[in-house]
């Protein structure tokens, strides 16, 4: 693979924004302070979910995993980043380019199955309530937990693999603020068409059928909420939904702007946004429209801040 790459040696220099520097500084605050939110979001929810016994649902399982992924997602690509815009040193080495190509890919996928599995949640408690617990019982939601980690995580090594082995005739300027599989097939000195084909077929896999699902469980569940009598609950519902969808929209659209179209119709300064938004926005998101609009988040967090207060006046 060494020989092949002609670039293992010195690694990857990452671009990012060194072409427009007057941006990096904006760039480096806003970036970092949408970091610090998105793991106290985050974080939050997970220590809630962990301490609260009346949390320990099916919807807060996922709702955990969502939000670990999400901390993983971000810790892995925005503190390389946050060097690259302030530091000089804009190099990653070839063993870290890999990791955070598997890392990313696996958890991108991750994050598609995991949403689908959550809006077949929300079907299950609004358009079945009866059913619910024996629908959605333990065993399956530690299943569907677990086949969302390995597909994503089997997809990320397959395509990582197929990428990183690719010659590259030493070349090594990645026009981007991190290694992913676009930007690297385009560094490639070789016939990627068949590489292009795999990532097209997952891509389609992860992106196209778990947003196909989530639009059919939120056509279902918008058929049930048609039918509440009260305008108020109605429209209480039609908001929560709406928010949902809203973060579904923004994720799996950005995605599917950049897997699936061909390399070499990029637009590095388009892709660059886009890759900030579900990398770092989407994180930041989920946390306040899945949770922390709630009341039994909002309770749980009261009741936590409460305990931490008693036991210190103790």
Request: with cysteine; hydrophobic share 45%.
């Amino acid at each position: 693979m060494e020989r092949a790459n002609g670039s293992t040696s010195s690694g990857f220099l990452l671009l990012g924004f060194s072409d427009r520097p007057q941006l990096e500084t904006p760039l480096f605050v806003v970036i970092l302070m949408g970091y610090v939110l998105s793991c106290l979001g985050n974080g939050t929810i997970i220590l809630l979910s962990l301490r609260d016994p009346r949390l320990h649902t099916p919807m807060y399982c996922f709702l955990s995993n969502l939000s670990f992924m999400d901390l993983c997602l971000t810790t892995c690509t925005v503190p390389q980043t946050l060097a690259n815009l302030k530091g000089r040193d804009k190099t990653i080495t070839y063993g870290g380019c890999v990791t955070q190509l598997l890392i990313a890919l696996g958890l991108g996928g991750v994050e598609c199955v995991l949403l689908s599995v959550m809006a077949y949640d929300r079907y299950a408690a609004v358009c079945r309530p009866l059913h619910y617990l024996i629908i959605m019982h333990p065993q399956l939601c530690l299943r569907l937990v677990l086949t969302a980690w390995l597909t994503g995580f089997g997809s990320s090594v397959l395509q990582t693999a197929l990428t990183m082995t690719l010659p590259l005739c030493g070349r090594n300027q990645v026009d981007h603020f991190f290694c992913e599989v676009p930007v690297m097939l385009k560094l490639a000195c070789a016939d990627t068409s068949i590489i292009e084909a795999e990532v097209f077929a997952v891509s389609v896999f992860f992106l196209v059928v778990p947003l196909s699902l989530i639009l059919v469980s939120y056509g279902h569940i918008t058929r049930a909420v048609l039918k509440i009598k009260s305008a108020r609950g109605r429209r209480k519902a039609f908001g929560t939904c709406g928010s949902h969808l809203m973060v579904v929209v923004i994720f799996f659209g950005t995605l599917i702007s950049m897997y699936l179209q061909p390399p070499s119709s990029y637009s590095q300064d388009v892709n660059k946004s886009i890759a900030l938004f579900y990398t770092l926005v989407t994180p930041l998101l989920n946390p306040l429209i899945y949770t922390l609009r709630n009341k039994e988040v909002k309770g749980a967090l009261r009741r936590l801040l409460r305990g931490t207060t008693g036991s210190r006046g103790s």
